[in-house]
């Protein structure tokens, strides 16, 4: 056996209803509750404050996270939560409140300066306690030590460091039944392209990451369009979350690539949800990708397109860019930059903004060059 490291993720909590027991999992004392207005104005975090409340922690709510959030927010949450004295951190919503959640708590409890701790574990210092809550099936920021934000330009930076890791992870199925159609295909095909990346990745892929990613896989692949036309179906959800949790243990230790460092550019200026951006990229970077990762691809296909067993690793490579290209077109999600308003000739400046992403791109299992990135990008328009 080749030498290799994993690191495990958060603690896991994961049932119906689970989400109003984290007073449990929590020292005594005011906790800064991040999440975002959309969440709160449709109840989904009442009976979670409900019990926070009856515990005798009392919460902070912060609910002005944002889609993509920027450094402001994150500095406002800092700042609400050392006015307050708070004990602990709870993340809950989606990828940007975790986001927000994870460095609000390094920040209070370490005292480190932002700009101290960019880039890859490089923050050493001590978090407050943390707890993650989901409540979409995606970006699977509750089992990750990474949290990204809008930095000026509209620049994402990221701080991964193991300090970032939640203490505990709450998966509540009940909480992504709301959903609409939009965010669960987003998110649900930011989940896969996790996988695949992981699986993928040029940089610390190991054989448990390798497992998580295809488990991640089957269960996201097979549910996805179930989670989209039927909301309801308590299992479909049940797969989604677990599924995207899978993939954020993988990506956490054998990280994203090329896809990605492509979608951040059209988040960052263009304020497109994540999940949409990598769908927007996905078919044209594993194109891209297609020689190098091949036998992991038709590994990978093998799980998504099954009936490819008697084929070649070529043929089956191209029969898994096909099925992924479709769950995206099934799922609902518009699969051209030109459908957001994004003019092709701004295929020059995404390019380069996407070559600012050399944490990812270092991952990819082959060089995406300045040229490359216009070419890809004008490709997807």
Request: net charge negative.
């Amino acid at each position: 056996m080749r030498s290799f490291t994993f690191h495990p993720g958060p603690r896991l909590i994961a049932g119906e209803g689970k989400s109003d027991s984290i007073a449990d999992l929590l020292p005594e004392g005011p906790v800064l509750f991040v999440t975002d207005e959309q969440l709160v104005g449709l109840g989904l975090t009442d009976s979670c404050l409900e019990a926070l409340d009856a515990s005798g922690r009392p919460s902070i709510v912060f609910d002005a996270v944002e889609a993509d959030p920027s450094r402001t927010t994150l500095e406002a949450a800092v700042k609400a939560g050392r006015s307050a004295g708070v004990k602990s951190v709870v993340g809950f919503g989606g990828g940007s409140p975790m986001d927000v959640a994870k460095l609000a708590a390094y920040l209070l409890g370490s005292g480190d300066d932002l700009d101290a701790i960019w880039g890859v574990d490089v923050a050493k210092g001590q978090r407050l306690p943390l707890v993650l809550v989901p409540t979409t099936a995606g970006t699977g920021s509750e089992a990750t030590p990474i949290s990204v934000i809008t930095c000026k330009g509209g620049v994402k930076l990221a701080v991964n460091a193991r300090p970032l890791t939640a203490d505990w992870a709450v998966l509540d199925p009940i909480l992504t039944i709301g959903l609409p159609r939009s965010v669960t295909a987003a998110t649900g095909i930011d989940a896969i392209v996790h996988a695949v990346e992981a699986y993928t990745s040029a940089r610390f892929k190991n054989p448990v990451s390798d497992a998580l990613a295809r488990e991640a896989l089957r269960l996201l692949s097979s549910n996805l369009l179930t989670a989209c036309t039927n909301p309801q179906d308590l299992e479909a959800r049940e797969a989604m979350l677990l599924g995207a949790h899978l993939a954020g243990l993988a990506f956490s230790n054998a990280p994203v690539a090329g896809v990605h460092a492509l979608a951040y550019p059209l988040g960052g200026l263009h304020h497109l949800p994540h999940g949409v951006t990598n769908a927007l990229m996905l078919r044209h970077v594993l194109q891209h990708n297609a020689e190098a990762a091949r036998e992991h691809y038709a590994e990978l296909a093998l799980i998504v397109v099954p009936e490819c067993e008697r084929e070649g690793s070529q043929a089956r490579t191209a029969m898994l860019i096909d099925r992924l290209d479709q769950l995206v077109s099934e799922s609902g999600i518009a699969t051209r930059l030109r459908d957001y308003g994004i003019d092709i000739a701004e295929a020059p400046t995404l390019a380069r903004e996407a070559m600012k992403q050399t944490r990812l791109l270092v991952n990819n299992p082959c060089k995406i060059t300045e040229a490359d990135a216009q070419r890809l990008y004008e490709a997807a328009w």
